[in-house]
């Protein structure tokens, strides 16, 4: 059984050899004809440009610095070059705030306030909608914050809204006129605004849960901690970032 | 009869070797195009003759070469706090994004991975000192991002209508960012999201690279097409946080500044 079994073995790897061989000369001369022409017309698609692209980099790549070797004129440079950047150091920082100043983050919604270099609160607050309202074809408003550099250009307790028309239009009511009793509304704004020109200010909110989000008509607001801080550190003139 | 025959034989052959000679062409001037890109710079830098007069040669100086790239550096600063509008400042030394305006820096990212061409890498000294030596102006820019995410309402007829459309404030959709600014004298920068979460992102990422890469071969192959020179956009990639970066792109209006360090 043992033997039968390893002739049968052996006369199949013969016969797997002699398959191979044949194979082999039959199709020897197709087989290279074949791969032939292909190994070469990959070598030169690839290699040429490949080879090309070492060369073309080879010769761009930078050449050492020119030698110079004059100390006297390399000492003058150097002290030209040192007492140009102190200059400049000075002329960049005088443009820093040396007092409060507010950073708004709009897309984040955040919003950080500096004394200098100092960071003094950084907390969440609440930016423009990007609503477009339509009023028909004819009035359009766009609830966004600009973005900028805006100084504080008033200061208010207690403030009263005085109310614009898009906030009629939005609720779906008749717009009355300029100084009709129901475009005041009191305590909506918190305790403090401050104005940054335009209509557009920093002021409280009766709706905490939505700070951190999009909502305003374009004004910024804050909790009334934040506001009460805010309020106390930045004065008339000084400079709010929005971006 | 035995004319045809052998032409039978021999055409799939010529086709080839036509294809195959069409492809190395067009590949061998892809290739060429970063010296073209560099002689291109090389003549629009000498035959500035005002730099050229400016350019002091002690610059090159290995002991004043750092000090006057910190000079262009801050010089470029300056004149960037010149505009009261937002502008980028990319500063590849310190690996930093940040934002500025009248020459605060209002936000500052780390960046942790960014990737530098060679061909900048490669600009002689004085290459840089015309290129560097000024803020860059971003010609063109496209992103995943929307700049300005506007939603159109319509204002409501009557109280009943207000209050039933009343808006329910959400975040802003925040779609996944991946963004390439163009700079003047051709650098291109692009900005990728540090991290890939989702398909969402994956996509988004694949679509981006599509679009960016797959209009440059367009041009490869209609420069090649029109025997043109082909074109080399030398490109600084920069990986940072999302939420950097979509402020980042938010926040540069359409026309604004760049000014890059990267040596």
Request: hydrophobic content about 40%.
């Amino acid at each position: 059984m043992k033997k039968e079994y390893l002739r049968y073995i052996k006369e199949l790897s013969g016969k797997i050899v002699s398959l191979f061989t044949d194979c082999s000369k039959m199709h020897l001369l197709t087989i290279v004809k074949f791969i032939y022409p292909i190994v070469i017309g990959l070598c030169l698609v690839f290699l040429i440009p490949y080879a090309m692209k070492i060369i073309v980099w080879k010769s761009i790549e930078l050449k050492s610095e020119i030698a110079f070797d004059n100390e006297e004129a390399v000492n003058a440079t150097k002290q030209k070059i040192e007492s140009r950047i102190a200059a400049i150091d000075k002329k960049l920082n005088s443009k820093k705030p040396k007092a409060f100043y507010l950073v708004i983050n709009s897309a984040s919604n955040e919003f950080n306030l500096y004394k200098g270099d100092k960071l003094i609160k950084s907390d969440k607050c609440s930016t423009g909608s990007y609503v477009l309202l339509k009023n028909g074809d004819n009035q359009e408003w766009m609830f966004k914050t600009p973005k900028g550099v805006f100084q504080i250009r008033g200061k208010t307790t207690s403030p009263v809204w005085k109310k614009p028309d898009w906030a009629f239009v939005e609720e779906g009511l008749p717009v009355p006129s300029v100084n009709h009793n129901s475009r005041f509304e009191y305590g909506v704004l918190g305790d403090y605004a401050l104005s940054l020109g335009d209509g557009y200010m920093i002021h409280g909110t009766l709706y905490q849960r939505f700070l951190g989000l999009p909502v305003t008509h374009g004004c910024i607001r804050l909790n009334d901690e934040n506001l009460k801080l805010v309020y106390n550190s930045l004065q008339t003139g000084s400079k709010v970032f929005i971006y | 009869m035995k004319y045809s025959k052998e032409m039978k034989t021999k055409l799939p052959k010529i086709i080839l070797s036509i294809i195959g000679i069409i492809t190395i062409s067009y590949l061998i001037t892809v290739s060429l195009a970063p010296a073209n890109k560099n002689k291109q710079y090389v003549e629009s830098v000498y035959s500035d003759t005002v730099l050229i007069k400016n350019f002091d040669t002690a610059y090159c100086h290995s002991e004043i070469i750092e000090m006057a790239r910190e000079m262009w550096y801050k010089e470029s600063l300056l004149e960037l706090s010149k505009h009261d509008s937002i502008h980028m400042v990319i500063d590849l030394i310190d690996s930093t994004v940040s934002l500025s305006i009248s020459g605060v820096f209002i936000h500052k990212t780390k960046i942790e991975k960014f990737e530098k061409d060679k061909l900048l890498n490669n600009f002689s000294l004085i290459q840089e000192f015309k290129f560097l030596l000024h803020p860059l102006l971003i010609t063109s820019q496209y992103a995943t991002i929307v700049k300005e995410p506007i939603v159109e309402r319509d204002a409501p007829k009557d109280t009943l209508e207000a209050s039933l459309n009343a808006w329910k404030p959400d975040t802003l959709v925040q779609n996944p960012a991946f963004a390439s600014f163009m700079l003047e004298n051709d650098i291109r920068i692009i900005f990728e999201q540090d991290t890939i979460t989702n398909s969402v992102d994956e996509y988004a990422k694949q679509q981006f690279s599509k679009y960016i890469y797959g209009t440059q071969f367009k041009k490869t192959i209609s420069n090649f097409v029109k025997f043109k020179k082909q074109e080399y956009i030398p490109t600084i990639v920069i990986y940072m946080p999302v939420d950097d970066l979509r402020a980042v792109y938010r926040a540069l209006p359409y026309r604004s500044y760049v000014v890059l360090r990267y040596k």
